[in-house]
């Protein structure tokens, strides 16, 4: 009874065996590159009140968004005029912790400051 030739062994994922041109029977294996997305983008948004000092929502941007005093000010009167002002674009936990750390700083201070996050 002739024997079988054995079967190749299995390949690990990623692996794409691939047959040489000379003909030796030699495989040989390219790797696929593994494509990352990049994470999704959330928009800190802070909202108008008609209760929390200007100077109390500047100190904020200032402090949590690192701006400038000037950028900090257009910011403060965009959300007074608008009703709401972009304060920054992050990932998705960085956004969180930055809404979190904008709301527990108003409610320390006794403020209604309300503070969101959107999908950008």
């Not at 000010?73 to 979190?100: F, N, Q, S, W």
């Amino acid at each position: 009874m002739p024997e079988e030739p054995p079967s190749p062994p299995p390949q690990p994922p990623g692996l794409t065996p691939a047959r040489d041109a000379g003909g030796s029977g030699a495989v040989v294996a390219e790797r696929r590159r593994a494509r990352t997305k990049p994470p999704s983008l959330y928009q800190v948004v802070m909202l108008n009140d008609d209760y929390t000092p200007m100077e109390f929502v500047v100190m904020v941007l200032q402090q949590y968004f690192q701006r400038d005093a000037d950028t900090a000010t257009r910011i403060m009167l965009k959300i007074h005029h608008e009703g709401r002002g972009v304060c920054g674009v992050y990932p998705k936990d960085i956004a969180a912790t930055k809404v979190e750390l904008v709301l527990t700083a108003a409610r320390r201070d006794g403020h209604p400051l309300q503070c969101i996050m959107e999908a950008a």
